[in-house]
């Protein structure tokens, strides 16, 4: 049986940025140049990831705009997705109870989430998790942060870090909302 990860991502943006991205043309993995540094030390099963395999990947991709993936996210059941915007903090959620447990479809999915960095007009530090909420909640994949324009992949624990508990309080408090919901 499949124990697909969840994923969570909060962003602070204006409404204006919000739908910039919204509209964008969309991004995939070539357009994200640290992936590398992540896949070399992650713990998978089948052949190890090269810049060349990446790269391959996202050129297979079709680009859609954010809205069109977020649509798609949020329409589909088995999945159990959410996507909100808040006006008065400025603030967009977005979760995944059932995202995947694949690091090809990790590389397929994330690039369109993480462009979010480039619309991204006010301060402070935010983040996108994907952990295993469902199955394993004290086990993450991968930690991005997002600031000043840029996604970094800011943990995983093939890297040593540990879990980020001030990031997995805010995303179990909103996943755990989509469980009663789905």
Do not use: C
């Not at 999945?79 to 397929?108: C, H, P, V």
């Amino acid at each position: 049986m499949s124990e697909p990860d969840s994923l969570y991502l909060r962003v602070h943006l204006s409404k204006p940025a919000y739908e910039r991205y919204l509209a964008n043309e969309g991004f995939d993995a070539r357009d994200f140049p640290d992936w590398m540094s992540w896949l070399t030390r992650a713990k998978m099963y089948g052949p190890p990831f090269t810049p060349e395999r990446v790269a391959e990947i996202g050129q297979s991709v079709r680009r859609r705009s954010p809205a069109e993936e977020l649509k798609a996210w949020t329409t589909n059941a088995w999945a159990i997705a959410k996507s909100d915007y808040d006006e008065q903090t400025e603030t967009w959620r977005f979760g995944i109870l059932q995202f995947s447990e694949n690091y090809s479809e990790y590389l397929e999915m994330l690039p369109p989430l993480r462009a979010v960095d480039r619309f991204k007009d006010r301060p402070g530090v935010d983040f996108m998790l994907v952990y295993n909420f469902l199955w394993s909640p004290a086990n993450y994949t991968v930690l991005f942060e997002l600031s000043d324009g840029r996604s970094t992949i800011a943990g995983s624990p093939g890297q040593g870090v540990p879990f980020p508990e001030r990031y997995r309080e805010a995303a179990s408090s909103f996943l755990g909302s989509l469980v009663s919901t789905g």
